[in-house]
Every structure is written in C-alpha cells, then in structure tokens.
C-alpha cells in the first residue's frame, strides 16, 4: 500500500467496567454504536488511507450490524476485521500484522474504540504530529494532585503534578519501530504495556506529545454514557464570558504571560505566579460557564496555592466546560502594559494557551496595547489584562 497512514480501531476489549452484557464499544449512544462514532472520523478523514478494527471473540454478528450502520461514510477503506488477544498489547500486534500482511509501511493511527468524540481539530493535530515524529501521543494537563500509594494503602509520595499528563488516544507512530517494538517484547516476555508509546519508551524511541481535548472522553463507567448521551440530545447554546485581572510590578527579573516566561527588569507581586493573561482567561471561562470566579475556585487565602503555576487554574476551567459537555469556540485575550513588549511572545503564548486548553491556535487570540502611558500601567506599575471566552454548552433549558 502506498498510503501515507492507516488506521487501527482496538476495538477488542469486553469494557465490564461500564456495566451490561454487550461489550461498550457496540453499545448504542444517540442512536448509533460506540464503534461506529469512532470510526467515522477515519473513514472520512482523506489523509487516512486503510482502516483495520480489532475485534473481540464472538463479536462477529456486533461488528457486522455496526458496519451495516456506518451510512454515509467511506467503507471501502475498511480491510476484514482481526480477532485480537487476551490484551490490548496483543490486540494491536495482531492488528498491525494484519496490516503489513496488507503491505502497509507508512505511520499508523492507534485509537481506542471506545473514545467516539474525536474532534477534527485533534484528528488534524496528530496528523500534523506524525509528520513531524516517529512516535506522538496526545496529553492533556493533570489539575488534580497525585498521590503514589504504597501496599499498605498509605500515600508513599506526593507527584509534582507538572511533570504529569494524561495520555490519549490517537497515538501516531512510524509503522516499521511500532511493529518491531511489539515483537521485540514479545521475545522479551514483555506483556503487561497498557498502551504503545509505552512500548515504544521501552523499546529506545522518544515519544512526542500534542495537545489531546478533553472532549475525547474514553466510555469507562455507567456515568459515561449518560453524560454521552445527554450531551448528544441537548442542543448546543453559545456562552459569552468576560475576565480581567491586574498585578502590581515589585522586585525581579522575569513576568509570566500567557503562560510564557518573559525576562524583565521588574517581578510581579502576586499570590500565585501572577500571570494576568492566564487569571483572565480562566475568569472568562467561569464566567462562562456560569461558576464564580478564579478566587471561588482557588482562593487566596489557601496557603496551596502560593506561587502556584497559573496554567493549572486555566486548566481546570478548560476541564470544567469539557465536562459540562461543552466547547471552547474562542479565547481572546488583551495584555495592556508598557513593557515588557509582549509582541515577540505572541506566538509562543497563542501556543501555550492552546495546549493548556486542549484547543487549535486559530482558537486562540493575543493582543496587546499600551495606556499611552496613562494610569499606572502607563506608568509602568504593573500590568493588566482582559479576555473574551466564547464556549458552547448543552441547553439546560
């Protein structure tokens, strides 16, 4: 085959965490099979050329009624299902055999069935991704804290939680070190990997990472799919919400803004790490959302948050829409100072505030403007900011 990428659906799991006696993948939301909601955005995508699902045994009958349901979209990129193994490491070397018996060589897209809302945005980001890297993941920030538990059930250690991301999937690799990754720890009695870039780590290859969306839920409990479910029914409403936060200049030598460290003659007085753009930002996104505001959720008064990194607050509102069944249509964000200039930042901060939000950068806005040195910004006292959040959630009415 000379496409350029393929697809491989694990789709082989028998998801009794979620309850009922069909395996999750073929159970119906909004009317149509898990499985199905998973494939279509490969089977309609034109970078992707075949797309092979790994199956359960004794799913045959489930799969053929799905793919009889799959109206509209290109079906005639499906290769034959493969029955996969007793685990998920197994289920995908059986896929990726099957698609080199196929004579497939280029870069494969690895996806759990059970995720069936990968937006377009996410699907182009791996893409993108697995031009540029032999092996790519998609990661989203980690907002709570993490405990290590030891035997006992006592918490062993305390994990800096920006060292931390969850992984999603569509994971991209190189099909060729994929392949040979799996085999090599097949010889090596290696079988416990929960998922191929840990298998690649293991194997010697750097894995990249981009920015995942928490809308790419994985159907896990009972709870997912009635959330799923009333998110698919509701029409979506759009939400408009406004924030704007400010911080005094004090001794120093850098600003955060937009999540980018700046170097500068002055520091910034704040609780946390002071970077305006960000406070802003997570204001317009609960307000929003309707949910008071940065102060409500993190006050400062809690000796927690002293000189936390403010990407965390931004996070967890981000998070907050995603699971309000929402969407972020835009961030627009204003920094007003007179120095530091933020002009040859303003890329890199666009990029951060996306991959803080799970988001494309042509949903992200950054501008910035002097007071003409008017009032305390003018006089270079401090700075400020201003941000639009524009979101989509379910109508509750």
Request: aromatic share 6%.
């Given at each position: ?21 069909t ?19 490969f ?114 250690a ?38 191929d ?26 709870g ?19 924030g ?13 803004i ?13 609780h ?27 006050p400062p ?23 309000r ?9 204003t ?19 996306a ?16 007071s ?21 959630l379910?109508?509750?009415?």
């Amino acid at each position: 085959m000379t496409h350029a990428f393929a697809a491989l659906i694990v789709a082989a799991g028998r998801g009794l965490r979620a309850g009922g006696a069909t395996p999750k993948q073929y159970r119906a939301i909004g009317g149509e099979p898990v499985l199905c909601r998973a494939l279509r955005p490969f089977l309609d995508a034109a970078a992707i050329g075949p797309v092979i699902v790994v199956t359960g045994p004794g799913d045959e009958p489930l799969y053929r009624d799905a793919q009889s349901r799959l109206a509209g979209a290109n079906t005639g990129k499906l290769l034959p299902p493969v029955l996969g193994g007793n685990t998920r490491q197994a289920s995908v070397h059986a896929g990726l055999r099957a698609l080199a018996a196929a004579g497939f060589s280029g870069t494969v897209l690895v996806h759990d069935a059970a995720r069936p809302f990968l937006a377009a945005d996410l699907l182009g980001r791996a893409l993108e991704s697995g031009r540029l890297h032999a092996a790519s993941v998609p990661t989203l920030a980690v907002t709570d804290t993490i405990k290590q538990i030891d035997d006992g059930g006592t918490i062993a250690a305390t994990l800096r939680r920006d060292r931390l991301a969850a992984v999603q999937t569509p994971q991209v690799f190189a099909f060729a070190p994929l392949l040979a990754a799996h085999e090599a720890a097949i010889v090596a009695g290696e079988t416990g990997f929960t998922d191929d870039s840990a298998i690649m780590e293991w194997a010697g290859h750097a894995v990249a990472t981009f920015a995942g969306d928490p809308m790419n839920l994985k159907l896990t409990h009972p709870g997912d799919f009635l959330a799923a479910e009333n998110s698919l029914g509701m029409a979506l409403v759009s939400r408009t919400g406004i924030g704007y936060d400010v911080h005094a200049f004090t001794e120093g030598d850098h600003a955060w803004i937009g999540g980018v460290r700046i170097d500068h003659d002055r520091g910034v007085l704040a609780h946390s790490d002071g970077d305006v753009g960000l406070h802003a930002l997570t204001d317009a996104l609960l307000g929003a959302l309707a949910e008071g505001d940065i102060g409500t959720h993190f006050p400062p008064s809690d000796p927690q948050w002293r000189g936390a990194s403010s990407d965390r607050f931004l996070a967890y509102a981000a998070e907050r829409v995603a699971a309000r069944g929402g969407r972020i249509d835009l961030l627009d964000l204003t920094i007003i100072c007179e120095t530091p200039k933020v002009g040859p930042h303003r890329e890199a901060i666009r990029r951060r505030i996306a991959g803080i939000c799970a988001v494309g950068e042509a949903k992200v806005s950054v501008k910035a403007t002097t007071s003409e040195r008017l009032g305390f910004t003018g006089r270079r006292e401090g700075l400020a900011a201003m941000a639009t959040a524009t979101i989509r959630l379910p109508d509750q009415e």
